[in-house]
């Protein structure tokens, strides 16, 4: 396809360039628009001009709270008034805890019975309702359907969801407006969620711009799944970027395959070095998944023409008691 | 003195409005704009609306790099091209470093032969001449006065210099531009070089807001200066806060006499415990140093008609392998 064509969604079910628009007009009374962030030093690093997408200053401490909040705030007040449900133990749980109480409405959290505390801890802090179930794909599934089933809730789905996939959409819209002139913007891929709605906003916007996923080689599911053109479900992930664990969606995959260039994989000693790098040149905490894109940068992946390159970094949620380097 | 008083500097060496604004003009090609941040979360633990000005993600990682920057690029170029000097271990060393380096002219650093290698290197990383000396303040002073006499060198003073004053005061500007109504404004205190400079742009721009200093119980010498109206040096400070063990200076303390409406003293348990907040909550890195403000709001030193303040982080120039709540 050419840049002068209107692209098509590649499903009905993708948002398009209103729903993305619209939901950068639903959240902004509720989320930061956060700042793009430069460093020479790390850009020498780099070798490239690199723009810092700071997600990890974003509401909840990373960009699942643009989608959280989109979809939340795009519920009727019928379904809203019966609340929300998910599974996770993560930062879209966090996220849905607190859209819904800026709506005003009950989240329903189904979390893993081995949950670390300071997890269980930050999503009951913003007022949900905590369903603690065995550590298994199957029993989350399960106690989320029994949940589902009584209270009436809607289910949000971490990432396979229109509204997710459109409010991760208005990160790379917001760094477009302050950054005009990229070439490139890499984003980390887990469930698809951010990458998709990256590359959907860059192609409406911009098509010009490269958008490349960047994973773990030790979770390189979604690698596989586009080489190959189908999805491969993430087994036995070995990759201390936790947020990225996760296997591509029915409806991810196929945006995915369609608008981002391609998926580049990343090595452990990479992203801990990244992340360190961005902690001390930059003086910003982010996660070890959010460190993965610029791990490629670090070990060349990309392509000598890209020259202006935004960087999603997209949480900061870490335990300051257990940081990677300060491991024996 | 009534607000609608144009108010007289306190010294004809003080910076005056013109100056401060001339220092913003002259860094802008070199300084970030660095971004104010908010967060629920520290709002509800302080019982205000805070505003931080983000000094940490400044140039250099601390708000050193604008006086630094204000002094290097005012001098002429007879002056510049036999370089600049001072004796630090600290944040200004590292400023003066990069400064110099984006003039194009030789800096000649000072350093106790027993400072960290960490900081010993960031200043040679940026292109400074690195002279040791032992680790004694006579050391220090008669090893610079000798690099001064050997190369000509101009030596800038850490705080107590009207260029250096001047710069810092462009922080606090910024700020007042960027959240246009403050009541309060608070910052930590070492030298007196950051507070004295936001005294002055607070009161010359926008005389309302109140300027408070705080600094830490164990290196409480400005506060026992300005109760008995002499300065104090600081002897055997004993705090955390390695940036604010420094006495006043000659040129700063009548200048916070003047303008800065108190000095409020914090415990140390307050600094780790305000550093771990912003950290858990802001996502960004402060030094302890940066802390000191935040604490003095977590303990309730500010009055009640304090409602928006403004919290100048000063520095994010931390030990990553020695953070304080890891020592056992």
């Known amino acids: ?46 070798g490239a001009e690199l723009f810092f997408k700071c997600e990890n200053l974003q509401k909840v401490g990373a960009f699942k709270f643009r989608g959280a909040a989109n979809t939340v705030f795009s519920l009727s007040d ?23 109480r800026l709506r005003g409405v009950p989240a329903h959290i189904v979390m893993p019975e081995n949950s670390p505390r300071v997890k269980v801890a930050a999503v009951r802090g913003y007022g949900a309702r905590i369903i603690f179930c065995p550590p298994t794909q199957r029993d989350r599934e ?14 949000i789905h971490p990432y396979d969801n229109p509204g997710i996939i459109a409010g991760q959409g208005t990160c790379a819209m917001e760094l477009m407006e302050q950054v005009p002139d990229l ?42 799944s586009l080489r190959d053109g189908r999805i491969y479900p ?16 029915t409806l991810t995959f196929p945006i995915i395959r369609r608008y981002v ?3 580049v994989t990343v090595e452990e000693e990479s992203i801990v070095e990244a992340m360190r790098a961005v902690w001390e040149r930059m003086k910003i905490l982010i996660e070890p998944s959010a460190a993965v894109p610029f791990a490629a940068v670090l070990e060349g992946k990309l392509e000598r023409r890209s020259r202006r ?20």
């Open 309 to 328: 390159i935004g960087i999603i970094l997209s949480g900061g949620n870490v335990d300051l008691d257990g940081l990677p380097w300060l491991d024996a």
């Open 1 to 46: 396809m050419t840049d002068d064509q209107k692209p098509e969604a590649p499903d009905p079910k993708a948002p398009d360039l209103e729903a993305i628009r619209a939901a950068a007009e639903r959240i902004r009374p509720y989320a930061h628009r956060t700042p793009v962030l430069t460093s020479s030093s790390l850009n020498a690093m780099g």
């Open 78 to 100: 019928a379904e809203a008034s019966r609340g929300v449900a998910t599974h996770s133990s993560g930062n879209h749980a966090q996220a849905l805890a607190l859209a819904s």
């Open 261 to 263: 260039e391609r998926i």
């Open 234 to 249: 993430s087994e036995n992930p070995r990759t201390i970027a936790d947020g990225l664990r996760t296997s591509l969606g």
């Open 183 to 224: 070439d490139t913007v890499i984003a980390p891929v887990g469930g698809g969620g951010l990458v998709s709605g990256t590359a959907l906003a860059c192609r409406f916007i911009r098509p010009v711009i490269r958008v490349i996923g960047v994973e773990p080689k030790g979770a390189d599911d979604a690698f596989r």
């Open 142 to 155: 399960q106690t989320l359907e029994k949940v589902v089933a009584r209270t009436g809730a809607v289910f």
